[in-house]
């Protein structure tokens, strides 16, 4: 798969990805190590102990280390996310929402997101063309919801989506030159979707970044606030 390099971006860019530690986070560090054109690549995680989305101090912190430095970036990428919580999966009728997992699920789908957003966006590039992508999937689209279940997940990407839009329509006012969209990846061959995958053809997680990041290097300031696919197309709120 090739990948085409963030040549939209000032060159050489900063690129920040935060979920390094994840299927897709991990392979789009790969792909950014490879690119040319990048001149820096900072990673957070979970795994690490960098990062914790649950907890909002250890956010600040890692945001508060690259703001001492002086650090900015041109593409900070939020590829967090969980399908399957404390061993707690999607529920296939609103009989088996329990409230402890739904919190949960917003808590690191929607809550964390948005605190990054809080304390990272002011880490992305002003006078030129940032990025600011975040990992969502087209179950949180409403307007494409023809199967049901999956209450939580669902409803978590939705915030999340909102979260994104809202967030994007604020920072234009500051940041005119940024593009900051919620990003659905496909059906990924990583362990969040290992059991309910059975009956979609899954990418590999190289593929995966490859299409993410030619999307992200494609888009405008135009298209900021929007909800993509990886193949570049708009998908409905």
């Known amino acids: 798969m090739h ?57 600040a912190q890692a945001a508060d280390r690259f703001v001492v430095t002086g650090q900015r970036f041109d593409l900070i990428f939020v590829a967090t996310g969980a399908l399957t919580i404390g061993g707690q999966g999607p529920e296939k009728s609103f009989r088996a929402i329990d409230s402890h997992g739904m919190a949960a699920q917003f808590a690191l789908n929607a809550i964390g997101p948005a605190l990054i957003i809080k304390y990272f966006a002011p880490l992305l590039v002003k006078d030129r063309k940032g990025v600011m992508g975040f990992l969502s999937a087209r179950v949180g689209s409403i307007g494409d919801n023809m199967l049901g279940g999956w209450f939580s997940y669902r409803a978590s990407k939705a915030a999340l989506n909102q979260i994104v839009h809202t967030a ?27 059991n309910y995958a059975e009956n979609h ?9 490859s299409h993410l990041l030619t999307v992200m290097n494609d888009l405008t300031p135009k298209e900021s606030g929007g909800f993509f696919a990886y193949d570049g197309s708009t998908i409905p709120w």
Request: charged share 20%.
């Open 3 to 59: 990948f085409h390099s963030m040549t939209s971006l000032s060159l050489p860019y900063r690129a920040l990805v935060i979920g390094a530690s994840g299927g897709i986070g991990s392979a789009c560090v790969e792909r950014l190590e490879n690119d040319h054109a990048c001149g820096e690549i900072a990673t957070l995680s979970r795994k690490s102990g960098q990062i914790d989305l649950f907890d909002e101090e250890s956010i």
């Open 201 to 209: 053809p899954r990418f590999a997680p190289d593929e995966s970044a």
């Open 168 to 194: 994007a329509i604020e920072m234009a006012r500051t940041r005119p030159h940024a593009v900051v969209v919620a990003l659905h990846p496909g059906t990924v061959a990583t362990a969040l979707s290992q």
